[in-house]
């Protein structure tokens, strides 16, 4: 069976980290960070256990990323530069989020392993408590999330 969405997830993953990382680095409000550090740690769980998944199919991983990956540590740093990172900041981290989540879903769909669709399903949840989170700080920071 072909797994193209499992490793489009996994690159996905790898992308995210970048940005999350580069955020890190900027971030200076504790509140900011703490939630960065959250989904930056569901992000490498969820990646150590793809990067298994995919061997477990014969398949290699390849943990280069992608050009996203790179374009979400400059947009990181831009945003950081012009505005700063503080709780509103996360509203955007929270809608980058969300695409993903659509590719957890993707690969969900595709996975016929029972135990393995099970493990992504649990990682696609946190994350999604964690989108919920990100939103709900930024709305309590005062941004509205459309």
Known sequence: MNHDQLASLHTVIIDAREGYGKAIEQA??????????????????????????????????????SLMGSLHKAVVATRSAILGLDEASLASFASGEESNLKAYDEAIAEMSDPSQRAVLQEHRDALAAEVTAMKHQAETAGTTII
């Open 28 to 65: 200076a409000d504790p509140g900011v960070l703490e939630r960065l550090r959250a989904v930056d740690a569901l992000h490498q769980s969820a990646h150590a256990d793809i990067h298994r998944m995919l061997g477990s199919h014969g398949e290699t991983a390849n943990d280069d990323g």
